[in-house]
């Protein structure tokens, strides 16, 4: 819901039309076709799709660390068994000037979509945004969607001393009104139920914090041993990690949103690996293990892609219920970074997200000399 105006200013040119239409996605090439499908093959629209993103993410951040790339796109538009994906351009006359998304669980949270609207700045406040996200809603509805949310981020910097703030409904943390991605959510009858915060670290992180962060969690991890592998899970490993991975859909703080425990299997988790390979998305996975039993009771995971050399991005990181009180995510957060700054060097920091609740992994993350970056508005609308 991230990039529109709460109002609209100045009419569409009454000599044109606002067309919105579907954006093709060609699926993947078979086994020995010659790879995938190169920027040359993919739609005008779909590309034009990819420079609005990535024009937004200057716009905002100045880089496109949170962008994905083309590659990470095409794998991601081409949607999954997991999740159908659709995305739509709008142009009024022959120029690209907003998008619209829907994305539709299909194993679980069956009653939910993901709603997502972007608009050039230049067409912003015609009522391109709302045309845009009505069009989204509906899809939602007619695929019987009831619970529709939606995110959107914004710099440290954007919010403004003495600004209005808009708390979060059930979780913690709360935005600026005067940010014209908030005022348009509530204008359109979103409720904030969540705000997280985006922290970065700065890379190399010393050998001697590592050093001392590490020596101090083994002192209460003696019944631990770690592990980690890049890229695929040892088959070995594989059920227990789709079981980690379920549960961490529903152990991160999740507020009000309407979500439900996403079912993982060992199919799941292969799909999710291949997923990463065909965009071009590099991954290191450290992991914690139970000396008595030899289960696996903690992960935490960083991608890189080469496109983007410089960042690094810290996805999940879970310890098992059990199993906490050992410093276990201290343990293989730190784990994880040595090897990366070792398998990465070209990178200088590292990105992160994290509930304003979710007092104690921001506490580790601070340890570790993350620093607050964003925020972070977590969308929800009930249709009736």
């Known amino acids: 819901m991230d990039r529109t105006e709460p109002s609209e200013s100045a009419p569409i040119p009454g000599h044109y039309a606002l067309a919105i239409a579907v954006v093709g996605v060609p699926p993947k090439r078979g086994p020995g076709s010659g790879g ?42 081409r949607g999954s068994p997991y999740e159908e994906r659709h995305l739509f351009l709008a142009r009024i006359g022959p120029e690209p000037v907003g998008l619209c998304s829907v994305t539709l669980p299909l194993r679980e949270n ?55 703030m808009v708390p979060a409904e059930s979780g913690a943390g709360q935005l600026p009104l005067d940010d014209p991605a908030t005022a348009f959510a509530l204008a359109a009858g979103y409720r904030l139920e969540q705000v997280e915060r985006s922290s970065r670290l700065k890379l190399p992180v010393s050998g001697e ?67 990463l390979v065909r965009g071009g998305v590099q991954s290191s996975v450290a992991a914690a293990l139970h000396r008595r039993t030899g289960d696996l009771v903690a992960y935490s995971v960083l991608t890189w892609r080469p496109l983007v050399p410089e960042s690094l991005i810290q996805q999940d990181t879970l310890v098992g219920e059990e199993h906490r009180g050992h410093r276990l995510g201290m343990l293989v957060k730190a784990a994880n970074l040595r090897r990366a700054q070792e398998k990465w060097p070209r990178a200088r920091s590292v990105l992160t997200w994290n509930a304003s ?17 964003g925020y972070e508005g977590e969308w929800q609308k009930r249709l009736g």
């Open 36 to 77: 995938d499908i190169g920027a040359a093959e993919l739609s005008q629209d779909f590309l034009a799709c990819q420079a609005m993103e990535e024009a937004h993410a200057m716009a905002v951040w100045g880089n496109l660390e949170r962008c994905l790339t083309l590659a990470e796109a095409l794998e991601f538009w």
């Open 110 to 164: 069956l009653a939910t979509a993901g709603i997502d609207v972007l608009v050039v700045p230049g067409w912003r406040r015609r009522g391109v945004g709302r045309a845009l996200l009505e069009h989204a809603e509906a899809m939602a509805r007619t695929h019987g969607r009831s619970s529709l949310d939606s995110f959107h981020e914004l710099p440290l910097d954007a919010v403004r001393t003495g600004s209005q």
């Open 209 to 275: 914090l590592l050093d001392r962060l590490e020596s101090d969690a083994f002192g209460h991890a003696g019944d631990y041993v770690l592990t980690n592998w890049d890229g695929r899970c040892p088959d070995s490993l594989v059920a227990a990690y789709a079981g980690l991975r379920a549960r961490m859909s529903t152990d991160a703080p999740t507020a009000g949103m309407d979500w439900e425990r996403e079912d993982w299997d060992a199919d799941r988790v292969r799909d999710d690996e291949l997923v």
């Open 357 to 373: 609740e979710n007092q104690h992994m921001l506490a580790i993350n601070t340890a570790l000399g993350f620093r607050p970056a």
